[in-house]
């Protein structure tokens, strides 16, 4: 079974300009997440999709990034225009239906933002 | 002041030493607790799951919870130089949903 796959790996852009981040889930994992980790801190919860749907976005940084996930299958992430500070690894996971307890979630190996 | 306290490290220990690590937390509404290893280069892997307080083990590993002191630990026996990685305690106030409260990790090297 294929995990949860991230492109690219690695980006390096000018500050200014418009990166897009693309994350493959599990196949039929209804859950998608985005966290973060900047250099330093600790890995930040971003925003959760059910399906399609935003369920929740409280951990977005402002109105630069903006999350799609196309048909309830792959999401993307977009920054806009970059800055500085948007550096650091981007991480998708993704989980099965929402369940109960002891619902697992499988991590990507993250996208690698260097801002310049 | 941080929800989630974790030593970064590093820590070295010796191949076959039990190595303890271990997370304090502010938040009280924390009721799952996790413990992901992360190798270089890749993303959290889930090692252990615990919601009630007491001790959980799984092979080598023992997940310890102590919600009245708000203190988790987690404990490798025997160690082996492929448990190198990064170590986080991960908490959330729901089961059901992820929204996942990570400590910074403690990087642990065993040395053969």
């Known amino acids: 079974e294929a995990g949860v796959t991230q492109f690219p790996s690695h980006s390096v852009i000018e500050k200014g300009q418009t990166v897009t981040l693309r994350c493959d889930p599990i196949?039929?994992?209804?859950?998608l997440y985005w966290y973060r980790r900047v250099m330093g801190k600790e890995i930040k919860f971003l925003l959760h999709?059910?399906?399609?749907?935003?369920?929740?976005e409280s951990g977005m940084p402002n109105n630069r990034f903006l999350a799609e996930r196309t048909g309830g299958t792959y999401s993307t992430l977009k920054v806009q225009p970059a800055e500085l500070e948007d550096s650091g690894v981007y991480f998708c996971?993704?989980?099965?239906?929402?369940?109960?307890?002891?619902?697992?979630?499988?991590f990507g190996s993250g996208t690698q933002l260097s801002v310049l | 002041q941080k929800e989630v306290e974790q030593d970064p490290g590093p820590l070295s220990v010796p191949e076959g030493a039990i190595v303890s690590l271990n997370c304090t937390y502010s938040n009280s509404a924390f009721q799952y607790f996790m413990w992901y290893r992360q190798y270089s280069r890749k993303g959290p892997e889930l090692l252990m799951y615990t919601y009630s307080s007491g001790n959980k083990e799984d092979g080598r590993f023992t997940a310890q919870v102590d919600k009245s002191s708000k203190y988790i630990s987690l404990f490798i026996r025997d160690s082996q130089p492929s448990d190198s990685a990064t170590y986080l305690c991960a908490m959330t106030n729901s089961g059901g949903y992820q929204k996942v409260t990570f400590g910074i990790g403690t990087k642990l090297q065993v040395i053969p």
């Open positions: 196949s039929g994992h209804d859950n």
């Open positions: 999709f059910v399906k399609e749907s935003k369920q929740d």
């Open positions: 996971a993704s989980s099965p239906k929402l369940q109960a307890t002891n619902e697992k979630l499988f």
